[in-house]
């Protein structure tokens, strides 16, 4: 899920955040049916991920449980009956999934998905969420609904919040594969978009962001320079196309380091020809810049060695009358 950028103007807050900076654990936990509250209960013991001494990985301290056997187990992973198949127990599953689930709605929203992920102990806008949001096959951005959430569950064989963080390695192993991640790259497009608006393009600033997510694990040597081209040329570019998202990965995998074997003949978008034409001529001022640097600091150039050859002379005429005066 990376960074909830969707829904919201900044593409820079989180997955689970539509605003990005809200404390984790804020009003959202005030009605929690399974997680929150004071009033004398008793602590029990953090989410299986959390750092010693109660507090998770972004600070925010364990949440008091006050709820029931069933529900605990579902969260820290403890032994249970299964009732499906694959060994796992639905039963728990949805227990998970009401722990977090909206009041209004059933599913999982924007508070509830800062929950979700602090107790699993990731930030929201990493790439280990926008892998579960894939595995969850997530149709929008802070949001797991009912159905997604089950089968999500199921599919990767976790039904605690100890199971999800334990198949975070496999997960993240599996993205790697080259049809895997080919099929993630192609979810986190649509992935990106928003569809309550109907849209069909990305907005650019959230291109950017979505395409640094994605390459988390495998930076193609172009990205940077294509991700400063995107941002140096507002004007231009108003959205990114399905088409354009899916062909730069063949781009990146097809194009040398130099580029020497881009040809605007080929059935590129025409996005990248000016991209190409845009970085050709930031190397060639770069290779000039350098040449220049070096060519300052090596051998001094006429000029310079005209008036080194002035001042000596000078300096020799001025040592002869001292000398002389002795």
Known sequence: MGQCVTKCKNPTSSLGSKSGDKESGSKSHKKSSCMGS???HKEEPSAPCAKAGGELSNGTKALEACVETPIISALMGEPRKADSPEGLSIKHIEELFSCYKDEQEDAILEEGMERFCNDLCVDPAEFRVLVLAWKFQAATMCKFTRKEFVEGCKAIQADSLEGICSRFPCMLLEAQGEENFKDLYRFTFQFGLDADEGQRSLQRDIAIALWRLVFTQDMPFILEHWLDFLAENPP????????????????????????????????WPSLFDTF??????????????????????????????????????????????TWGGH
């Open 38 to 40: 004071a009033g004398g």
């Open 236 to 267: 231009g570019i108003r959205g990114i196309s399905r088409d354009t998202w899916n062909m730069f990965l063949n781009f990146t995998q097809a194009i040398g380091p130099d580029l020497s074997n881009y040809s605007e003949d080929e059935a």
């Open 276 to 321: 190409v034409e845009w970085e050709l001529e930031r190397r060639k001022r770069e290779e000039e810049r350098v040449a220049m640097a070096m060519h300052g600091e090596g051998t001094p150039t006429r000029t310079e060695c005209s008036l080194s050859l002035d001042r000596l002379e000078t300096d020799g005429g001025r040592g002869s009358q």
